[in-house]
Nanobody, 126 residues
Framework: VQLQASGGGLVQAGGSLRLSCAAS????????MAWFRQPPGKNREFVAE????????DYTDSVKGRFSISRDNAENTLYLQMNNLKPDDTAVYYC????????????????????RGKGTQVTVSS
């Protein structure tokens, strides 16, 4: 079972990127999923969440109105559309999946997720 984030890169402030998280080894269509990020020299932090059917989403305050989380269960893929990027968005971005269909009690704790992917670097220049 593997989650692999991709789509990161170097972008100027104000630009956009779309991250993808491809799952392999099993289907995650019934699982709650989330994005986290770890800025340089800082702790990993929660960014966005989505329930199994895409009907419930939420974001950390710093990205609300700029980021959008979505999923394509047929393709077993999670997305994070990031618009109006800022230098403070620079981080390694990770995806994770829970065993539940809706928010688990540990949703802010990346290390508690049973399925965690390799990250993708996002660098925003000023």
């Amino acid at each position: 079972v593997q989650l692999q984030a991709s789509g990161g890169g170097l972008v100027q402030a104000g630009g956009s990127l779309r991250l993808s998280c491809a799952a392999s080894g099993r289907t995650f269509s019934s699982n709650y999923m989330a994005w986290f990020r770890q800025p340089p020299g800082k702790n990993r932090e929660f960014v966005a969440e989505i329930a199994w059917g895409g009907q419930n989403t939420d974001y950390t305050d710093s990205v609300k109105g700029r980021f959008s989380i979505s999923r394509d269960n047929a393709e077993n893929t999670l997305y994070l559309q990031m618009n109006n990027l800022k230098p403070d968005d620079t981080a390694v971005y990770y995806c994770a999946a829970a065993t539940t269909s809706f928010r688990p009690y540990y949703y802010l704790r990346y290390d508690h997720y049973p399925y965690r992917g390799k990250g993708t670097q996002v660098t925003v220049s000023s």
